[in-house]
């Protein structure tokens, strides 16, 4: 953080359905929020929310105390913190780059070796609460980095979040934890879409489903909102696009390999996963549900065969 001056700028690199949230959240806090995204529509929306528009992620840095790396994955993550005109060659000593995308704990752990000596701290903690949650600001953060670090920076990862977990103090902790909870929601997510199919065969209606799931032992967040996705048959635009659990899952898959692990119900879910991807690229996590009803020849909808 820049010497003398209170920590009210903000920054945030990759401004889609998860970076759009934390950047309205950064605004409605009070932090003056700067961004950049390779889209120019998303670079628009942004600007219309009240945030200020960079030309390139170093610029980001540039203005900020603080800055959110929300992309996609480790290549994307290490070029905009370590590459040409990147945070480590803009940001100023004391400043922190906030590591919240979701990528290998290997990569994370590469780039904060990369990042020893900069004087720019490194917060590795990937998210949880998808879609709803950054719009909301209401995150579940994993977050790793020496105390005084966490400390330090709790009120720009509080205006994103509703629950800050501290996992660990090295890069790379983080996205351990993360890649542990995306095996068991994947396991969860792929387990509702099975048994949606089931329900629509044996012709219950969804709302049925719904109801009975929902407050049962079975019911919680990740299942109650796939359920509603899948009988309303909202299967693109919903905020939670499938290429992001598919390459969580890849995570998962790959640490149980590194760390000699079977993860056969995660390894299941990835193949679910892996098939509604290849047949519907454009979906969102429940259209995989569209391709077990297609086997089985029957759709649940909230009311019953249509």
């Known amino acids: 953080m820049r010497e003398g001056i209170a920590m009210k700028t903000a920054g945030v690199i990759g401004l889609g359905d998860m970076?759009?949230?934390?950047?309205?959240?950064?605004?409605?806090?009070?932090?003056?929020?700067?961004?950049?995204?390779?889209?120019?529509?998303?670079?628009?929306?942004?600007?219309?929310?009240?945030?200020?528009?960079?030309?390139?992620?170093?610029?980001?840095?540039?203005e900020a105390d603080a800055v959110f790396v929300m992309v996609m994955n480790g290549d994307q993550a290490r070029e905009v913190i370590l590459g040409e005109g990147g945070l480590v060659s803009t940001m100023a000593k004391g400043s922190a780059v906030i590591?919240?995308?979701?990528?290998?704990?290997?990569?994370?752990?590469?780039?904060?070796?990369?990042?020893e000596g900069s004087g720019i701290h490194l917060i590795d903690t990937p998210v949880s609460g998808g879609f709803p949650g950054a719009q909301g600001g209401t995150l579940t953060m994993m977050a790793a980095a020496p105390g005084d670090v966490l400390d330090t920076f709790r009120p720009v990862m509080e205006a994103v979040s509703a629950v800050i977990h501290r996992v660990g103090t090295e890069p790379g902790d983080g996205q351990t934890v993360k890649a542990?909870?995306?095996?068991?929601?994947?396991?969860?997510?792929?387990?509702?879409?099975?048994?949606?199919?089931?329900?629509?065969?044996?012709?219950v209606p969804g709302q049925v489903?719904?109801?009975?799931?929902?407050?049962?032992?079975?019911?919680?967040?990740?299942?109650?909102?796939?359920?509603?996705?899948?009988?309303?048959?909202?299967?693109?635009?919903?905020g939670s696009h499938i290429n992001t659990m598919h390459k969580d899952l890849t995570i998962s898959m790959g640490l149980g390999e590194e760390l000699g692990v079977p993860l056969h119900t995660a390894a299941a879910a990835m193949q679910i996963f892996h098939a509604g991807r290849t047949k519907y690229p454009d979906g969102d996590n429940w259209v995989c549900t569209r391709v077990i009803e297609e086997i089985v020849g029957a759709e649940l909808h909230r009311t019953g065969r249509p």
């Open 19 to 62: 970076g759009s949230g934390l950047a309205k959240n950064l605004i409605a806090n009070g932090f003056t929020t700067t961004g950049y995204d390779l889209s120019a529509a998303r670079m628009a929306a942004f600007r219309d929310m009240g945030g200020h528009g960079a030309d390139t992620a170093g610029a980001v840095g540039a």
């Open 99 to 115: 590591l919240s995308a979701t990528i290998k704990p290997r990569e994370a752990r590469e780039i904060g070796a990369a990042m």
């Open 180 to 203: 542990c909870l995306q095996s068991l929601i994947g396991a969860q997510f792929a387990a509702t879409f099975e048994a949606a199919a089931l329900a629509a065969k044996a012709g």
């Open 209 to 238: 489903i719904l109801d009975v799931f929902s407050t049962s032992s079975a019911g919680c967040g990740i299942v109650n909102n796939a359920l509603q996705k899948i009988i309303d048959r909202q299967f693109e635009g919903t």
